[in-house]
């Protein structure tokens, strides 16, 4: 695996700067979610640093990476070009910076829609890439609060709004984001 400046010359060079600011930004926020939660928060920095190593790829290389990998997207995914780069991301983590750890390649895979029982982690940066300090939309700063209070009642609520969102602009919501939603609900701890 890179090292964790090799992995951020390499993001610099192959990412847009806006793009390179919000991943340190979800690195960051990560490495502090980590601590708080009790685990790795090198594992966690990585993770951030490379959940976008496919965004700025051009569609047809994403779509070579997905029949290559023989990926079959979902009928939702297969109409939100939006999702590829997270659904190739793990793959282009484990190609371009080497990184082996199943459990960051996992949250990598799952930082945009989420999924059923997620890993503290895949929790961590599905969350640090919605609450990054460079993040501006109304309900960041409730959701920013809720997280570091206790990170799975920030990502319910995180979840719950990603999905008013979609819903607000009639946009295509993916079955994974709902079940990961489900699976918060059907513990006890949100019943009531």
């Known amino acids: 695996m890179l090292s964790i400046e090799e992995i951020k010359a390499y993001l610099k060079t192959n990412l847009m700067e806006k793009r390179y600011t919000h991943i340190l930004g979800v ?7 980590a601590k708080l939660n009790g685990i790795s928060e090198e594992k966690a920095e990585i993770a951030g640093l490379a959940h ?3 965004k700025n790829l ?15 997207l979902s009928e939702v995914e297969q109409n939100n070009a939006n999702l590829w780069h997270s659904i190739i991301a793990d793959i ?12 960051i390649l996992d949250a990598v895979r799952w930082h945009t829609t989420g999924k059923e029982d997620m890993s503290t982690l895949t ?7 919605m609450i990054e300090p460079s993040r501006k939309f109304e309900g960041v700063e ?51």
Do not use: H, P, W
């Open 92 to 103: 282009v983590a484990k190609d371009k910076l080497g990184i082996g750890d199943e459990e």
């Open 27 to 33: 690195a960051d926020t990560a490495k502090k979610l």
């Open 52 to 54: 976008d190593v496919a």
């Open 123 to 129: 929790k961590i940066i599905y969350i640090a890439d």
């Open 142 to 192: 409730d959701i920013r609060k809720l997280t570091f209070e206790d990170l799975d009642r920030g990502v319910y609520y995180g979840l719950t709004c990603s999905i008013e969102f979609l819903l607000t602009r009639n946009l295509l919501i993916d079955e994974n984001t709902m079940k990961a939603r489900n699976y918060f609900l059907l513990d006890s701890k949100f019943k009531g």
């Open 58 to 72: 051009k569609v047809d290389t994403m779509k070579e990476i997905m029949e290559k990998n023989n990926i079959i």
